[in-house]
């Protein structure tokens, strides 16, 4: 069973129905089990494809040919709190979630989250994509009332969900970001069988090819397309993260 893209109904009652929904009301977000065989994975069905992914405990990460691949850390633990993927001038932070094993997260997330940017005077925007419902918006950055377009595709899978946010051109038109697109569709989730609280972040840690390679260490400099940056806290929910501005 593959969990990859939500497919809408086809029949034409069912379209109907959907063109009435209101954009932003919530859906039935039960796990569909009938998707297209794309990723994101869970590791208990992941392709035997060739391709190399950095672990990094909840995430294995492609490491495609092209991208630089950077993990926002806790600067009192050095613990990973997400990892974030570039291609050319867009960038896209993913973070990994515990879920329960009967529905989805997405839809609640994303009604809470255009709630809260509506409640700001924010103008989210509600669109289909690969995944199913992705919401357009608006991200802070570090400079004060500067904003720059967003993109949040959530994926839901076995007792797990990933959160990609996109910046840069391929939040805009995701076809402009192909490697981006290409990361979230082969990465793999290892959700593990510990019982964890809805919601939390599944552990992660810098992969072996960072480790082994850190500058003063006997491997010498970390290799080239991957790095860390320091920060404070850890990566919540619902609110959508603005690491991916601050690591730019």
Known sequence: MAFGRRRR???????????????????????????????????????????????????????LEGVQIQFQVEEASGRPLSV????????????????????GLWGDV????????????????????????????????????QMVPGRMIGVDGPRWFVRAVLTGPGALDPTRAPLLVE????????????????????????????????PGSAGGDAPAGTGTSATSGRPQMPTPGARIAELR
Do not use: C, W
């Open 84 to 103: 974030v993927v570039a291609d050319g001038q867009s960038a896209m932070e993913l973070a990994v979630f515990a879920a329960p094993k009967s529905r």
């Open 110 to 145: 994303r009604a809470e989250i255009v709630e809260q940017l509506q409640a700001a005077g924010g103008t989210p925007r509600t669109v289909e994509g690969p995944h199913g419902r992705e919401l357009e918006l608006a991200l802070p950055t570090p400079v004060p009332g």
């Open 183 to 214: 990361t979230l569709r082969r990465l793999v989730v290892v959700r593990g069988d510990d019982a964890m609280p809805v919601r939390d972040p599944l552990p992660l840690k810098l992969p072996k090819e960072v480790t082994d390679n850190v």
């Open 9 to 63: 109904q086809q029949d034409d009652e069912d379209a109907l129905l959907d063109e009435e929904r209101e954009p932003d009301e919530d859906v039935d977000d039960s796990i569909d089990f009938t998707g297209e065989p794309e990723g994101p994975y869970d590791v208990s069905e992941a392709p035997r494809d060739g391709v190399h992914r950095l672990d990094i405990g909840g995430l294995r990460v492609p490491a």
